[in-house]
């Protein structure tokens, strides 16, 4: 590399450090460029800081004496831009010297910000939290209008907000109520949906047009345009407090204080200096220190890092084109769509099209919802077909059996699908409970069965429990995972064992509430206290949105049969079986629970404590029994298939902080 830079022909300057690349060329433009060095994705850590603090001083100085016309700044990695901070370095950080820190980096990109010659960011890929402040802190800003670009804030997920100065400039560029949308919903945005917003100034169509529009922009000094009057008056004068008050509202929806503070404390902050986005710029970093410190953050940064974890379990190698479905009920259906979504050639199959229509009309919604081109969606419901007959076992890659978990049932489409199987093509079963031996009794060969076990609603939860049985090997299951990760999921290997990993540990507590119900506490009581405590959702409502119907059968194979004559029993029997048929303890009316007054009681988080308890015991016990390797991918699997509160870290995290 650096034998290429010496190579060039009549550079005036050309540095390179551990992280940055450096040149001018014969127009006088300057290239620098990010390549964090032995990874994937360039992160801003606090050596790559540094190393262009250093640069910086240098470009000053060439600007000063005029041997230098911009700057322009790319990155080398085929990935993206800039992934953010290196989250790696957040648990090791020194709390009392991070004020400082921050300081430093706002002068830096200050300084940037400041020089006189023109400084054009091109961006490709992921431009994503500190990647974008830095950004931000440029000129102009140049991205490729393709599906892999996404730009945003994503750290509020980890559960602070942005700390390089982007919090001002954000609004600065977007305007307060866009820019602070951004922020506090962490969600990533499309290049046409942050050129639109003024967060990018120009799109180009590939890659390799971003070195030519950049030169242009250089050449032509161009600069950035900030939001107008009609977006800025939005955090002037007494405005300011009526849009946070709604922000507030709108994020107590999602979230409690107690439980996830940086939104509020961003709120807070734009309520105190939204008008000027050079003082909020300034607030950020007395705000954005405690956020850092917080058992929160440090909880959701484990969180993230046992996510990202999960990947590796995944083989190499693998490429999945083509799926099957058998069973077009709402877990089957809804399976088959997501396939489809993410690009994969689908099958569908069930008794008749009467079952198949209902299925693919909710993929038809889901793809509304996705896609925003309507292109789009015709595609995606052309990958989407209905399949009688089941003619295509024989071509797909993999076949999921999602029907009624029933084990003669599923033996019997087993033993007629074993002989139609191509070579080499994964077959699932999606069952909640039932031990993959029992189900592969019969099969000529049981080890080309495992389980591959998703969640309700398949669109939101992330986790696939890939289940292993006695009979696969590491290689199965690592194609297993292969295939859920190529999908957009996250896998749990997990042992073959009665309830698996989630459905295990959430039958003791949804059936615990369950019995309070029967013996005559509110529903609307015992859920309000499970989310007082930190659950995305109460027992009873999670119960009628996993099926009554489905629930049984699972306490069954648990060994905790529910009561003949209970008020549960009495529900399945006439078929009233929660959100999917629209009555169950609640009724329900357009996919919401219609739930009565909430009871007062003093404690609430208390009692939702309480009502957690056996979940956590049985968490503890899963992992004492092997059904997951280790109290990481128990405490992961729990998250992201019942939603267990993510600022606590998991369930057994919870209770080695002496919280559950």
Not at 334 to 359: E, N
Not at 524 to 553: H, K, N, R, W, Y
Not at 599 to 621: F, K, M, S, Y
Request: net charge neutral; with cysteine.
């Amino acid at each position: 590399m650096m034998e290429d830079l010496l190579d060039r022909p009549m550079l005036p300057f050309a540095e390179l450090t551990g992280s940055w690349r450096f040149h001018s060329d014969v127009e006088g433009i300057g290239w620098l460029t990010l390549d964090t060095p032995n990874a994937p994705v360039n992160t801003l850590s606090t050596a790559a800081i540094l190393e262009l603090e250093e640069l910086v001083e240098r470009i000053e100085g060439l600007a000063a004496k005029r041997e230098l016309l911009g700057v322009v700044l790319l990155s080398a990695k085929d990935s993206g831009f800039i992934a953010g901070a290196d989250i790696r370095e957040f648990d090791d950080m020194d709390l009392a010297a991070l004020p400082e820190a921050l300081r430093r980096t706002h002068a830096l990109f200050e300084r940037i910000e400041n020089l006189k010659i023109p400084v054009v960011a091109g961006i490709h890929g992921f431009c994503l939290g500190g990647g974008l402040e830095l950004a931000l802190a440029c000129h102009y800003r140049i991205a490729v209008n393709n599906d892999k670009t996404r730009i945003g804030f994503p750290e509020v997920n980890l559960g602070i907000f942005p700390g390089f100065g982007g919090t001002g400039r954000a609004i600065r560029q977007a305007g307060p109520v866009d820019a602070m949308g951004i922020m506090l919903t962490g969600k990533t945005l499309r290049a046409g949906a942050a050129r639109k917003l003024g967060l990018v100034d120009k799109l180009v169509r590939h890659r390799d047009s971003l070195r030519w529009e950049a030169r242009k922009a250089v050449l032509q000094k161009r600069r950035s345009t900030q939001a107008p009057i009609t977006k800025r008056v939005m955090a002037m004068g007494p405005l300011r407090g009526y849009v946070a008050g709604k922000m507030r509202e709108q994020a107590a929806k999602k979230a409690r204080r107690e439980h996830y503070p940086a939104p509020y404390a961003l709120i807070d902050l734009f309520e105190q200096h939204g008008n000027d986005w050079r003082a909020m710029l300034a607030g950020e970093i007395e705000a954005f220190v405690p956020l850092m410190g917080s058992t929160t953050a440090t909880n959701l940064r484990r969180v993230f890092f046992l996510s990202e974890g999960l990947k590796k379990q995944a083989a190499k190698g693998h490429q999945f084109r083509r799926v099957h479905v058998i069973g077009a009920g709402v877990m089957g259906g809804d399976i088959a769509a997501w396939c489809a979504l993410r690009g994969m050639s689908v099958t569908l199959q069930d008794l008749d099209m009467d079952r198949i229509k209902p299925a693919l009309e909710r993929g038809k919604a889901l793809f509304k919802k996705r896609l925003k081109k309507r292109f789009e969606v015709d595609t995606a419901m052309l990958r989407l077909q209905a399949d009688p007959q089941g003619k295509g076992v024989a071509r797909a890659d993999v076949i999921i059996e999602a029907v009624v978990e029933n084990l003669e049932v599923k033996r019997k489409i087993f033993a007629e699908l074993e002989g139609q199987l191509k070579p080499g093509a994964i077959l699932a079963t999606n069952t909640s409970s039932i031990e993959l031996e029992r189900i592969a009794e019969g099969l000529a060969d049981p080890a080309r069965l495992m389980g591959l076990h998703f969640f309700n609603p398949v669109a939101q939860l992330p986790l696939v429990e890939v289940i292993r049985s006695s009979f696969n090997t590491d290689a199965d299951i690592g194609k297993g995972a292969a295939f859920a990760v190529a999908i957009g999921k996250s896998p749990v290997v997990v042992k073959s064992a009665p309830g698996f990993l989630v459905n295990r540990v959430l039958m003791p507590y949804m059936l615990g509430a369950v019995e309070r119900v029967e013996r005559g506490e509110s529903p609307e009581l015992l859920d309000a206290a499970a989310v007082a405590f930190g659950m995305p959702m109460g027992p009873i409502e999670l119960m009628d949105t996993v099926g009554l119907d489905v629930g049984q059968s699972v306490a069954t194979e648990l060994g905790h049969p529910v009561p003949e004559g209970s008020r549960f029993a009495e529900l399945v029997r006439r078929g009233k079986l929660g959100r999917k048929s629209g009555q169950g303890f609640y009724s329900w009316k357009d996919g919401k629970a219609e739930k009565g007054e909430t009871p007062v009681h003093a404690d609430l988080a208390g009692l939702g404590r309480e009502l957690v308890q056996p979940l956590v015991d049985t968490t503890e016990i899963v992992v004492a029994e092997g059904v997951v390797a280790n109290a990481d991918l128990a405490d992961i699997g729990v998250i992201m298939g019942t939603g267990f509160a993510p600022f606590l870290g998991g369930p057994l995290q919870a209770r080695r902080d002496g919280r559950a």
